[in-house]
């Protein structure tokens, strides 16, 4: 497994967010972490990057121990992770953005990412020089996920890469990152709110309610799976169908 | 009768501005990155003062010996507070007062401390400067030196901004910290970048200030309004804002001036300029008024 956790338990302050979760990931595949609002999707991804506090458990990157390492070491060690919100600088151009990301890499390997980019994301590609608080919201939204890619991660951990955009939008950002993940053989990791995009652009989807993981299967058995949309019901108002 | 020298009066508010610039950049700078006002800024603007005093003045060595020493001695005191104090209050997750009270205990030490080594009274550098007179304005050497000093610091910094990879990290940790970190920014030493040089710039600032009028332990503190003022106008952490700011405050000062002396009012009635800013402004457009207008401008 590229990453993994093992009973990980992350959280802010004195709180316990996630409790004893273990998750992994391989390279190429396409993970989802779905859950109800409040079931600790972000917190836990925030924690395998360093940004909240782990309270337990381990975070294992190649087998090697890296929970608790600051995280501009982890983004350096290979783990690419875009935010649900403010996942882009405003006030820094669209190619700023991209060069902040690769800013440890010298600078001919990060001109060629850059380019390569570039080239897998075409709608951003003639507005370089525009600033990047102008786009719009899908727009923001490949630039954070180009972002993320121009520093070479292995793994890319996405949190709500979809969240406030439209139905054809998301389709795109899903489209993208099956692409990403198949043609570059990068392990990726998606917190999502909408279940059933997620489990259609998935591999493989764990199920966390309350900051405990409660399924984990294939996506395709999670899709036609009565439990959890049973288990769903009892935390959103939701209809059957729409899973 | 009153006559203005209005050609003289332009000169001396380009004077003014370019101390309130080289005071108010690295406060600007270093409250954008660490999210807290710093009071212990001024006493990095009084020690640059003193130790160019010391060098210039009583070591007799050269001008620009005892201003490039100005410059790092109170940078890596900046550099030193900030890594020392500020950033280990900041990971036991000081809130924003701890860290301003931390600062002003900090300013009050380091200004007690200095006037140990120097004693309280004013302190002057006796050298003289040479002079110009052209026209109705009188030009001193050590003007040329500072506005020179201001040209390049601005030049130099808008490079550095605009055009290196150090420059783009600081604007973008000042943008988003979380998210600088988020992609690999490495904002510890992006930070002590910027306290080293803000600091430096502090340092200059009291150099000048020095070498214009005489060193006080209070030299810092003097300068630290308007350098708040500017900072709060030009918008923190807008580098450009602080330059316009600058200025803008620069002339205001020497024009309140002008009409303190016409009202028959005290001159020292000029802070209230600064202060009627940060009020004016806080309340009116929190995020500063040039950087507002800069954004409008889309420039």
């Not at chain 1, 979760?21 to 079931?39: A, F, T």
């Not at chain 1, 909408?194 to 999670?222: F, I, P, T």
């Not at chain 2, 060098?55 to 030193?80: D, K, P, R, W």
Request: proline residues 4%.
């Amino acid at each position: 497994m590229l990453l993994r956790t093992v009973d990980l338990s992350v959280g802010y302050g004195d709180l316990k967010i996630v409790q004893n979760v273990s998750v992994e990931v391989k390279g190429g595949e396409v993970v989802s972490l779905i859950g109800p609002n409040g079931s600790g999707k972000s917190t836990l991804i925030k924690g395998i990057v360093g940004l909240a506090k782990v309270f337990s458990g381990r975070v294992l990157l190649d087998e090697l121990d890296v929970t608790g390492l600051p995280t501009y070491k982890l983004i350096r060690m290979g783990i690419g992770y875009v935010p649900q919100r403010l996942n882009i600088f405003p006030n820094l151009s669209v190619k700023e953005n991209l060069e902040v990301s690769g800013s440890w890499l010298d600078k001919n390997r990060m001109r060629r990412k850059i380019q390569e980019v570039m080239d897998i994301f075409p709608e951003i590609k003639h507005k370089m020089d525009c600033k990047a608080g102008l786009l719009s919201g899908g727009e923001r939204q490949i630039l954070a996920l180009a972002r993320a890619l121009v520093a070479e991660p292995r793994v890319l951990l996405l949190d709500e890469p979809t969240a406030s955009l439209s139905p054809m939008m998301a389709d795109k950002i899903f489209r993208y990152i099956r692409d990403i993940a198949f043609t570059n053989d990068i392990a990726i990791m998606i917190a999502e709110q909408n279940v059933a995009k997620a489990l259609k652009n998935s591999d493989r989807s764990y199920v966390l309610v309350s900051g405990r993981c409660v399924s984990v299967e294939s996506s395709k058995a999670h899709l036609s799976d009565d439990q959890l949309k049973r288990i769903y019901l009892e935390f959103m108002s939701i209809k059957p169908d729409s899973l | 009768m009153y006559t203005l020298n209005l050609p003289q009066i332009f000169f001396n508010s380009i004077i003014t501005g370019s101390i309130f610039m080289l005071a108010a950049i690295g406060l600007s700078l270093s409250y954008s990155l660490s999210r807290f006002p710093n009071f212990a800024h001024a006493e990095y603007i009084t020690l640059g003062g003193y130790i160019g005093f010391l060098l210039f003045e009583q070591l007799n060595m050269h001008l620009y010996i005892a201003f490039t020493a100005s410059f790092l001695v109170s940078g890596l005191l900046s550099l030193l507070s900030y890594t020392v104090l500020f950033k280990p209050l900041q990971d036991r997750g000081a809130p924003m007062v701890y860290l301003m009270v931390a600062s002003i205990g900090l300013g009050i030490t380091i200004r007690h401390i200095i006037q140990q080594i120097w004693g309280g009274s004013p302190l002057t550098i006796r050298a003289v400067w040479p002079r110009w007179d052209i026209g109705p304005l009188t030009i001193s050497g050590l003007y040329l030196y500072l506005i020179a000093t201001v040209i390049s610091t601005s030049i130099v910094l808008h490079l550095l901004l605009a055009s290196t990879i150090i420059g783009k990290c600081i604007r973008a940790v000042s943008d988003n910290i979380e998210l600088a970190s988020s992609v690999g920014v490495n904002v510890d030493n992006v930070s002590r970048f910027v306290w080293f040089v803000g600091g430096g710039l502090a340092g200059l600032s009291g150099f000048f200030m020095v070498a214009i009028a005489n060193a006080i332990p209070l030299l810092g503190w003097r300068l630290l309004i308007p350098a708040f003022a500017v900072t709060v106008l030009g918008g923190v952490g807008s580098f450009y804002g602080a330059l316009i700011a600058a200025y803008t405050l620069g002339f205001a000062e020497n024009i309140s001036v002008i009409g303190l002396t016409a009202l028959g009012l005290p001159t020292d009635l000029k802070m209230l300029v600064f202060f009627i800013t940060i009020v004016v402004v806080l309340l009116a457009k929190p995020e500063g008024i040039i950087a507002s207008i800069r954004r409008g401008l889309r420039v």
